[in-house]
């Protein structure tokens, strides 16, 4: 029982670990955010992408390249608007005290509405299909997108320490948008690429 946690552990983290931009976007989400809620909220938006995987693998595999490519591009780009328009906040400590739910619920969105499909999920899936016990390639699925979210988010945190006493917030603001809408296009174009592949 806990090979077929380990096995899907290890898929799952390899397959996502290589070139993912959801590393990218966690450590964006942490260098803006504080780093509890924004794993809160990634840790929430896995465990149901996590269960739609091994509920529905084949069906998941199987949607339509525009579809995903649609989904990932919505939310790229409501993340780049809000950055847009979030108030710069002199106070640090008013803007972390009220930003951890909101922190939270843009990390949820932000991983939950985008790369539908991915290889992460497409390896849960296939894992599902394998092993006849879905809650441990549930599990395993999710520690495993959890690390790398950690990992990502950790050295998002230490990047935003750096980047406060450096650059100004307006700077900061123009970098993030533009790093969302390149991940959106970049995102768009892969998804439609291997669609045609």
Avoid at 13 to 35: N, P, Q, W
Avoid at 77 to 97: D, M, N, T, Y
Avoid at 111 to 123: L, P
Wanted: charged content about 15%.
């Amino acid at each position: 029982m806990f090979t077929i946690f380990l096995t899907t552990f290890g898929a799952v983290f390899i397959a996502e670990i290589v070139g993912d931009k959801l590393l990218y976007t966690t450590g964006i989400l942490s260098a803006r955010y504080r780093t509890v809620p924004v794993m809160i909220g990634v840790l929430a938006a896995f465990m149901l992408k996590m269960a739609a995987a091994v509920l529905a693998g084949e069906w998941i595999r199987n949607l339509a390249p525009a579809v995903v490519a649609a989904l990932t591009a919505v939310s790229f780009i409501g993340l780049a608007i809000a950055l847009w328009f979030k108030p710069i906040e002199k106070h640090e400590e008013k803007r972390e005290e009220t930003a951890a739910s909101k922190a939270a619920m843009v990390s949820f969105a932000t991983v939950f509405f985008s790369e539908w499909g991915d290889v992460g999920q497409i390896t849960a899936a296939t894992m599902a299909a394998r092993f006849s016990a879905p809650v441990l390639v549930w599990a395993g699925a999710v520690v495993a997108m959890s690390t790398k979210g950690f990992l990502a988010a950790s050295a998002g945190a230490g990047i935003r320490r750096w980047i406060v006493e450096r650059i100004s917030p307006q700077i900061i603001r123009y970098a993030g948008v533009a790093v969302m809408l390149i991940l959106c296009i970049a995102s768009v174009v892969e998804t439609l690429s291997e669609g045609h592949a």
